[in-house]
């Protein structure tokens, strides 16, 4: 099955600089890649999201990028705020539109803005 | 916003007993998902329901896990005999086309 590989576990910026989170996944029949944010207490949110005729996403601060040869995608977030903190999760499923997959999830990064 | 609720937000159950947890998800999804997170881990895929079947499961949805969707509005997860390591929180997700959207999750502790 898919398996999703995620780094950094932890990743500490200052306050308006960029971050930047990497994954990679092991099936090349994915086709669909979102991104989550997790606050504490709370459900997965979704922030954006990339499928795999696409190779760049832009949405304001944050941008997804693909590499279908190499199997990975990043999240850029840009001019981080403190409301940026958080735990962000990398995806990856094999339906894009329709179907039932499951999606599988990374190990997840803690986002942490320093002031 | 049309968002998933799920219910209760806390169960505290003994082991052996039998939890059902329960979710409403987004009116007009016709996807619906079960993911647990164990604390501290990723989280993790357990099922998906289709057109009142599920679709597809994962090895950790075993015998001792059931879904049902008992009326146009409900979804629930039943856990039959809980074990200490079903401890976890539990989402659901629904789907309308493509994205997934979770609702807030049931924390379960199994003592």
């Known amino acids: 099955g898919e398996n999703v590989e995620q780094h950094p576990s932890t990743l500490s910026v200052q306050e308006g600089d960029s971050a930047v989170i990497k994954c990679t996944y092991s099936d090349s029949a994915s086709n669909y890649f979102p991104w989550y944010k997790q606050e504490l207490g709370k459900g997965p949110q979704l922030i954006i999201d990339i499928r795999s005729n696409v190779g760049e996403k832009k949405d304001q601060r944050i941008a997804v990028t693909l590499n279908k040869t190499a199997k990975h995608f990043s999240l850029h977030i840009t001019e981080t705020q403190p409301e940026d903190s958080a735990v962000y999760f990398c995806?990856?499923?094999?339906?894009?539109?329709?179907?039932?997959?499951?999606?599988?999830f990374g190990k997840g990064t803690h986002l942490i803005i320093q002031p | 916003e049309p968002e998933v609720t799920q219910t209760p937000s806390h169960q505290v159950t003994q082991m052996g007993q039998e939890v059902i947890l329960r979710c409403v998800p987004i009116?007009?999804?016709?996807?619906f998902y079960w993911y647990r997170q164990i604390l501290g881990q990723k989280v993790e895929f357990l099922v998906s329901?289709?057109?009142?079947?599920?679709?597809?499961k994962s090895e950790i949805f075993d015998d001792q896990f059931s879904v049902e969707r008992p009326d146009g509005s409900n979804f629930t997860l039943k856990i039959r005999s809980t074990k200490l390591e079903d401890s976890a929180m539990y989402f659901c997700?629904?789907?309308?086309?493509?994205?997934?959207?979770f609702g807030p999750g049931t924390r379960l502790l199994v003592l």
């Open positions: 329901f289709y057109n009142n079947e599920i679709s597809e």
């Open positions: 995806a990856a499923s094999i339906g894009s539109g329709g179907g039932a997959d499951g999606l599988t």
């Open positions: 009116s007009n999804h016709l996807y």
């Open positions: 997700a629904s789907k309308g086309w493509e994205t997934q959207y």
